[in-house]
């Protein structure tokens, strides 16, 4: 079945820094989507990317659909305490299923 | 908006009862509806997604007769875990969709069930 790399799987950061995250497959999806999830709640859509070569930013958030549409990343720029969670990338395929990536978990470095 | 609900929050259950968990689309016609569970430090699995009107797809190794899933209408979905053991303990998560052409799903806050 289809599958996404994603990583890095952990980060810590210090605050102020910038993060960039990737998720790559050998298989060609129509849709990058990026998701936050706080402990004990639900994933939140954060950027939703359609078109291949697409680079899109949601304030401090910047994701591109990788050209060959097999990958994307997601920068976060200046980051601050409430960026802490686990951010997962999810492929669309033909059939509208959303394959999800294992997940990166960001970290505040105290 | 885009706004989805899941009740209860958290349950605990004694082994062999059944727990009822019910998602809502609270500002937008959900077309589907997904079923998701989430093992600690773990990304999401799907178990299986719902139309509405129509019988759930249950994904390879998901028991149908076990996780009951109703999409009655096109604000509500129900998952049904039957006579649940403590391996069912988990975080159970929905997501709908708006659009059978959408490939955005909004999720709920989860419930997390404990069978005791």
């Known amino acids: 079945g289809q599958q996404l790399n994603q990583s890095p799987q952990s980060m810590f950061i210090q605050e102020g820094e910038d993060v960039s995250m990737n998720c790559t497959s050998s298989s060609i999806f129509n849709t990058w989507l990026w998701y936050k999830q706080d402990p004990g709640e639900g994933p939140v859509l954060l950027i939703a990317l359609y078109k291949a070569g697409e680079l899109t930013s949601n304030g401090r958030l910047t994701a591109q659909f990788g050209i060959t549409r097999k990958d994307s990343f997601l920068n976060i720029s200046a980051s601050i305490p409430s960026d802490v969670g686990i951010y997962f990338c999810?492929?669309?395929?033909?059939?509208?299923?959303?394959?999800w990536g294992a997940g990166t978990k960001l970290i505040i470095k105290p | 908006g885009a706004v989805v609900s899941q009740h209860p929050s958290w349950v605990i259950c004694k082994s062999g009862t059944s727990v009822k968990i019910e998602c809502r689309s609270l500002d937008f016609q959900a077309t589907t509806m997904f079923w998701y569970r989430q093992f600690p430090k773990q990304s999401l699995m799907l178990m299986a997604t719902?139309?509405?009107?129509?019988?759930?797809?249950?994904e390879q190794g998901v028991e149908k007769d076990k996780f009951l899933i109703n999409h009655a209408s096109l604000t509500l979905s129900t998952l049904t875990v039957t006579s649940a053991h403590p391996e069912d303990s988990s975080f159970y998560i929905c997501s709908a969709q708006g659009g059978l052409a959408d490939y955005e799903q909004y999720f709920g806050p989860g419930t997390r069930l404990t069978v005791t």
């Open positions: 719902s139309n509405e009107g129509s019988k759930a797809t249950y």
């Open positions: 999810a492929g669309g395929n033909s059939n509208y299923q959303l394959i």
